[in-house]
């Protein structure tokens, strides 16, 4: 290809008219395809990673690591239940990490939607606690599928200044007829039919009998009148509390944390017939479009930088044992947190896995119970 | 070859409508003779695009209610469990008749509401008529998910309506009726689907011949009888245009019912949407589309009938 010089051609009037339109061409085509050259270079957000969550994780607070390398946060999806989140990927949604929760880990893993990870690719995986990490169905031939990331409880979170307990906190008190219509609930039978096992008194391990059904279903039909709003949507709940609308509500620490931040008279429940206690964590989906991006998303998660904002903002337990340096014994006490997890997790009532079939009936039977039925 | 092209400048000067289509080919001579062939062909783009897009997926819907689920995977089996179900288990009754009873209520309201707006820029408004309805339908450039949260902030607990009455001393506790109930799930529905009236409405309005207002009140009737006797009929086909445009989506609406309802405001298209996620029973989902379909379909049938009925009876 020969170079023209155009200017001095112009000068010299050399410059014939067909060279001149070629001239012009060339320079309309490399005009046009600037944008799309750049956007390339400054890759796009379909370059990113995609990581489906519970709503309140999508904030770029648990990424500073992932923003540092890539520039920018990775795709946010939210869903408001794990089962939900299954079926949604089970119909064809492709992401790159989504967050199940132990209860749910070897049912996800026996959907054949994911992957093992490959722990050697996580610089901070030497760091994670491996109490966590070692939960009911979690590690195939040795190779883990759940990375985890957050741990702590389902409880009540109470107006101190509204809602007068007698006695101990209690599950009662969100059965408490004299607050009927300023109760609130989460909507997932992932934390209520199990919050409702506890108090109806029913263990765990048998969940799965159809006298714990009759049970636990008797129990919520009894809550369900008091009940003003049922929601997977935490921060109408945290709203809800803070206006006084509501003077209890079933909620995960994060509510409790967040109101005592903002200055309003909130306590979050140590019920003496103990909380719902679960490990949540990532996995990667088989299919991941940016495998190496996922496992930033997850490296990111599990970096002390996140937990120590899991910790401070949300009340969350972390799984990275470097994220409590920074706090202090009284201060994870306050938040209803320790530095052995296992001290929390076991005080409380640890979820137990279910067959497909229990989560199916479960959630018929509690969606029937919120119709009014 | 000049022979023919004779003949056909003949034929077409005797027939100019076959002037329109060029004569050459099979299919073109089949597209002349034929006309309803010729609408057909004008017709087949979107012919395809709703076979494809409605046609297939309402077979498979169709086909899947007669399935049931076994764990993640389905059991194809014919079955016609799940309507067995749907007409035992009192949950299903219950919700569809909510939910027709809800939209019934939405539409009825806006409608109420709406017509006299439409008149108004029908009838009084001369200049700018445009403009009008534009401004009318202003609103409704906004996201809906926006108004519905608008609205929650409007009925909440410390929303507007709330503070102003507790300010004036009206109120001492706040109002709990207003949100997370039917109630509100009807205000809702019927500010959300306004311009699907207005519009409708305002075009029979807009058709009606004024002469015939002369005449009506040339023979003595007053403006009331002449509305009655003259206007009203007249724009039926816009009111039942708009009844339906409005209670056949909001039936099946699921979004209104889950932000606004409550426990108590829960419509069946909430519960088609779980069956779908959590419930993970796309089959009974299915026979539950289907059943509100039906149900919508009568509802609808019921309406129609009765303003047939209604426009014999005042004309």
Known sequence: ?373 | MADTTIAQTQAASTKPSVDLIKTTGFLASLLQRYEILRGYSLLAPALVFMALGILVPFGILITMSFWTPAGFEFNTDFSLKNYQDAAERPIYGALVTRSLWISGAATLITVMFCYPMAYYVAFYVHRNKMLWLILMTLPFWTSYLLRVFAWKIILGYDGLINSSLSGMGLIEQPLEFLLYSQTAVVITLTHAWAAFAILPIYVSLEKIDRSLLEAATDLGDGPWTRFFRVTLPLSLPGVMAASMLIFIPTVGDFITPALMGGPDGMMIGNLIQLQFGRANNWPMGSTLAIVMMLSVGAAALVMYLMTEFLKRRVA
């Not at chain 1, 093992?116 to 070692?134: E, F, G, I, Q």
């Not at chain 1, 809800?240 to 005592?260: F, P, Q, V």
Request: negative net charge.
């Open chain 1, 1 to 373: 290809m020969d170079v023209v010089d155009n200017l001095n051609a112009v000068k010299n009037g050399e410059l014939s008219r067909r060279k001149f339109n070629k001239s012009l061409l060339a320079m309309g085509i490399g005009l046009l395809t600037v944008p799309y050259t750049q956007r390339r270079a400054l890759a796009a957000a379909e370059d990113q990673a995609t990581y489906f969550t519970w709503g309140g994780y999508d904030i770029p607070e648990l990424f500073t690591s992932y923003e540092g390398k890539n520039g920018s946060l990775p795709n946010f999806a939210t869903f408001g239940g794990s089962e939900e989140a299954l079926t949604k990927m089970r119909a064809g949604f492709v992401v790159d990490v989504a967050h199940p929760c132990n209860q749910g880990v070897p049912r996800w893993i026996k959907s054949g939607l994911f992957q093992p990870l490959d722990t050697t690719r996580l610089s901070n995986w030497s760091d994670v606690m491996p109490d966590l990490y070692n939960i009911e169905g979690n590690v195939v031939d040795g190779k883990p599928y759940m990375a985890p990331m957050d741990w702590g409880q389902t409880s009540v979170t109470y107006r101190t200044d509204l809602f007068e307990v007698e006695g101990e906190e209690s599950w009662g008190m969100l059965w408490d007829e004299r607050y009927k219509g300023r109760l609130g609930s989460l909507a997932s039978g992932g934390d209520a039919w199990w919050c409702g096992a506890i108090y109806s008194g029913v263990d765990f391990e048998n969940i799965d009998s159809d006298d714990a059904f009759a049970k636990i279903g008797e129990t919520m039909r009894k809550q369900r009148p008091l009940i003003r709003v049922y929601t997977d949507d935490t921060t109408s709940l945290q709203q809800a509390l803070a206006s006084g609308e509501l003077a209890a509500a079933m909620t995960w620490n994060e509510t409790a944390t967040a109101l005592k931040g903002e200055g309003i008279p909130a306590a979050f429940a140590k019920p003496k017939e103990g909380a719902l206690t679960w490990v949540c964590g990532v996995m990667m989906h088989k299919d991941a479009p940016n495998v190496d991006r996922a496992y930033e998303v997850v490296d990111s998660l599990i970096s002390p930088e996140t937990g120590k904002f899991l910790i401070g903002d949300y009340g969350y337990g972390h799984s990275n044992i470097k994220s409590f340096e920074a706090f202090s014994d009284d201060e994870l006490t306050d938040k209803g947190l320790s530095r052995e997890p296992a001290d929390i997790l076991n005080a409380g009532h640890y979820q137990v896995p279910q067959t497909q079939e229990w989560e199916t009936r479960m959630n018929n039977e509690f969606e029937q119970i919120k119709a009014g039925f």
